[in-house]
């Protein structure tokens, strides 16, 4: 189980998150919502441990990982994919897929470039790629995709390097309609993976169609913390995005 | 023929320590502006152990490879917490603190006067006195220190190095300690530096500050940039190109002391065109999540 607990972040004089707890099972998906400036990005960015937090404490399959560096939570299963596109566009998509199989593996075994374990990271990876369609791309720079091919590939890299528990930072964002049903289905397939989604995202028709939960950010305090139908159906839900006149 | 074989001496001491810079400039993006100062501390390790000592060839390679890395660990200690910019600045004031301690500390460097006398090495019981039977030993191990450069290019290390080049976030985001990988980039980059110093000094037979300077940086900046950063084949290229192109001016009439301000500023003509004409590709741009 992924757990936060009481996490404070408190950046100069301003608190951007106070005492935010929450707690989600192997499988399950919780939708991440709120205004602009309510602290879901910095939500994620101390669970990633990208910013510190000044109070509470991340547990991940009982485990306290509060006190470690970024890199070392991702080892230890936190997986992150980026609003602004994670993916090294210089690279090509091969290449994207093989870093990401290329940290979990020995660096003895894979120093040598035409080692054994390369070459199965290298059929790995192809596999990672075909898994999203693409397999036809697998040469081309990443750089050159579609942003919902980008955001295929960010997504499946995460899972490449075998993160646990997925943070996914708005991934329709950028995205095309058709692409946005295959963002859903490779959501849908790392839920029935067995692992832990949370997505931040505006549109809540498309964090209803996979989320059990969704937690409501307010001025980087929790708001609401329900099943969606009650979330949407809670008057302060309307009432922190469109005022108390509406 | 004589001058044939000096100049495929020099192209090969400056392929590694180019190839070397080439790894923390080119794949890493760091821009170390102390590394002719690891070429350096290389050089006199050799000097001062082959003129005081009774060093041997190997002994003295690896020392003056070991002192490097390891000065390049207690620069990568302090500069590779400082980003970008400060980074740049932070390599160059190490550079101005080993330049000084070479003319100053003249108890163990001979000051500007430089040591002299360093002997040809010996394998065995044969003395490479001749420079083509020292041509051989040059190329021999930079053909070893090209192929282990070049599997570090082509393997995780490299292509890590490269990644969190162009977006360090998501490096870290899949699992890469940065700090590390990058410290211990410095200190294989200066540890090549530290062999080609060595190398150097055994051909010369001389070392002193001015032949460490900070032209001999423009040299390995141009080299570099010139090739595309973090190519390996073009910085091959372009080292031969870049020591072979001025050695013409050694046969046109002009005074002997303009030869080398000569070659310094043809060097630097290439470097601002390579520059200007590159200058929207030459770095992929650093992004920031």
């Known amino acids: 189980m992924f757990s936060v607990s009481d996490i404070s972040v408190q950046i100069g004089d301003s608190s951007i998150l106070n005492g935010i707890s929450c707690e989600v099972l192997p499988g399950e998906c919780v939708g991440v919502i709120g205004p602009n400036g309510s602290g879901k990005t910095t939500f994620f960015n101390a669970i990633s441990g990208f910013v510190v937090h000044q109070r509470g404490t991340i547990t991940l399959a009982g485990r306290d990982i509060s006190a470690l560096p970024p890199y070392s939570r991702a080892q230890h299963g936190i997986g992150r994919v980026f609003q602004n596109f994670g993916i090294f566009r210089d690279m090509t998509v091969l290449e994207n897929l093989i870093i990401a199989l290329e940290g979990r593996a020995s660096l003895r075994k894979t120093l040598l470039p035409w080692s054994s374990a390369n070459r199965a990271i290298r059929e790995e990876a192809k596999a990672f790629a075909a898994q999203v369609k693409l397999d036809a791309k697998i040469s081309s720079k990443a750089g050159t995709l579609s942003g919902g091919q980008m955001r295929l590939l960010e997504i499946v890299r995460t899972l490449a390097f075998g993160a646990e528990v997925l943070l996914l930072d708005e991934p329709t964002a950028g995205v095309s309609p058709k692409m946005k049903d295959e963002v859903a289905n490779l959501i849908r397939y790392v839920q029935s993976q067995g692992k832990t989604v949370l997505i931040i995202e505006h549109d809540i028709n498309f964090v209803q169609s996979f989320s059990s939960r969704v937690l409501v950010l307010d001025q980087g305090q929790v708001l609401l913390f329900d099943t969606p139908e009650n979330v949407t159906r809670d008057p302060r839900l309307h009432e922190i995005y469109f005022g108390k006149s509406f | ?289």
């Open chain 2, 1 to 289: 023929m004589e001058y044939g074989i000096h100049l495929c001496i020099l192209v090969c001491i400056y392929l590694i320590l180019a190839q070397s810079f080439n790894i923390t400039l080119g794949l890493g993006r760091l821009l170390n502006l102390a590394h002719v100062a690891g070429y350096a501390i290389g050089a006199y390790v050799t000097a001062i152990g082959t003129t005081t000592g009774d060093m041997g060839l190997f002994t003295a390679i690896i020392a003056s490879s070991f002192t490097s890395g390891l000065l390049s660990l207690l620069l990568g200690g302090i500069a590779l917490r400082l980003s970008d910019d400060y980074f740049a600045i932070g390599t160059l004031a190490f550079s101005s603190i080993v330049s000084a301690l070479l003319i100053n500390c003249k108890g163990v460097t001979n000051g500007v006067l430089g040591i002299s006398g360093i002997p040809r090495p010996k394998i065995a019981d044969f003395e490479l006195l001749n420079n083509s039977s020292f041509l051989f030993l040059v190329f021999a191990i930079t053909f070893v220190c090209l192929a282990i450069i070049y599997i570090l290019f082509s393997g995780p290390f490299g292509r890590a190095l490269r990644a969190q080049g162009e977006n360090r976030s998501a490096l870290l985001a899949l699992g890469r300690d940065i700090r590390l990988m990058n410290t211990t980039a410095f200190f294989i980059s200066s540890s090549f530096a530290g062999l080609a110093g060595s190398l150097y000094a055994y051909y010369i037979n001389y070392v002193d500050p001015s032949s460490f300077s900070f032209s001999e940086m423009t040299l390995l900046l141009t080299i570099v940039i010139v090739g595309s950063p973090g190519s390996f084949w073009g910085c091959i290229g372009s080292t031969i190109f870049l020591v072979c192109i001025p050695e013409p001016l050694r046969f046109l009439d002009i005074p002997s002391y303009l030869v080398g301000p000569m070659r310094q500023l043809l060097q630097s003509v290439i470097l601002v065109l390579v520059v200007w004409l590159n200058r929207n590709r030459l770095f992929s741009l650093t992004r920031e999540v």
